[in-house]
């Protein structure tokens, strides 16, 4: 654990954000009932998200055009930014609270540095403010887990999450179609294999603790 809690701290998060701006916001599809904590099923949650997973990592191998890697990359952030507000509420685990944090930080700041990018170099591309269904369904997923699956739930979907991150980022920088917009992709790589990293780390830690 003393190894996690060092890379919690090292994680790269691109800005500050006031934890209150964070807060206030919220990307959720409007008028959506939220399921009540335990009432999911994991073992049904599970398979939604594992064919949820499957098709985000064709569409990200899919994304090279602009308008497609702005939609895409603003809909990542927005459900990493809900899902990590979430487990930090509901998580009570400390690395797991921690890890959550800092997604809610660093995506938070490259939404608003793709934004910037955007606004110089294309502003007629406006990314969407609200999830899409599959996002909100991962989320909804999340809402409904019960306690003792919450932090399994969440650790699963943000591996599957900045996997299909990783794909999207390092395909645009390699294939896209701005090169504004392909420079920040290749600079934010790094930060997204990290995180992954760092998922996966915790997904094997509790793991073996439930042995």
Do not use: W
Request: no cysteine.
């Amino acid at each position: 654990m003393n190894k996690l809690t060092t890379l919690s701290v090292a994680i790269a998060v691109m800005g500050a954000v006031p934890t209150a701006t964070v807060l206030a916001q919220s990307a959720s599809q409007p008028g959506r009932t939220s399921p009540a904590p335990g009432t999911a099923n994991d073992t049904a949650s599970a398979v939604r998200d594992s064919a949820g997973h499957a098709a985000g990592v064709v569409s990200a191998e899919m994304t090279t055009t602009l308008k497609g890697f702005a939609t895409a990359a603003a809909l990542s952030d927005m459900y990493e930014v809900e899902a990590g507000k979430l487990a930090s509420q509901r998580s009570t685990n400390r690395e797991v609270k921690n890890f959550a944090d800092e997604m809610v930080k660093a995506h938070t700041a490259t939404t608003s540095q793709l934004k910037s990018i955007l606004a110089s170099n294309r502003s007629d591309i406006m990314p969407p403010t609200k999830l899409d269904d599959r996002r909100q369904k991962m989320l909804d997923e999340l809402k409904g887990a019960k306690a003792s699956d919450f932090d399994h739930r969440y650790i699963s979907q943000q591996v599957d999450a900045h996997q299909e991150a990783l794909i999207l980022i390092r395909g645009y920088a390699k294939d896209g179609d701005v090169q504004p917009v392909k420079d920040f992709a290749a600079k934010t790589a790094a930060a997204v294999e990290s995180h992954l990293e760092m998922a996966k780390r915790l997904a094997n830690t509790k793991t073996e603790s439930s042995r």
